[in-house]
């Protein structure tokens, strides 16, 4: 799956830190695929910080962000859990700009 920055940082929120042995190992796999390499985070100069409201953000420099898009792949186990995740966030009308495309990726166009 092509995943852009903001895509993979929203699902490294959006994956459950709680479960069963197999699934928490299956997560962690899947944690490690989507996470950035030390070179990624160079490349895109991801920083972490805070925002007006004191909430942490990250930062990073969106035209780096357009020039690669990583494809990611992510097991059928993994894909139900993120469709699950995304399918809830819709029906509590929680979406956000940042999973909306991820809702498009994982859940409209897997249909």
């Known amino acids: ?3 852009e920055v903001h895509e993979r940082l929203a699902l ?13 190992k299956t997560l962690r796999r899947a944690r490690e695929m989507i996470a950035f390499t030390p070179k990624e985070q160079k490349f895109y100069k991801i920083v972490p910080g805070v925002n ?3 909430k942490p953000i990250t930062n990073w420099n969106p035209n780096k962000a357009k020039e690669q898009i990583k494809d990611i792949p992510v ?4 894909t139900n859990i993120i469709r ?5 966030l819709e029906m ?12 498009e990726k994982f859940v409209v166009r897997l249909q």
Request: glycine share 4%.
């Open 52 to 54: 007006a409201e004191g």
């Open 84 to 88: 699950t995740e995304l399918a809830k």
């Open 1 to 3: 799956m092509k995943l």
């Open 75 to 78: 097991d059928e186990f993994t």
């Open 12 to 24: 490294l929120e959006l994956l459950p830190k709680t479960g069963d042995y197999a699934a928490l």
């Open 92 to 103: 509590e009308k929680k979406l956000t700009e940042q999973t909306m495309s991820l809702y």
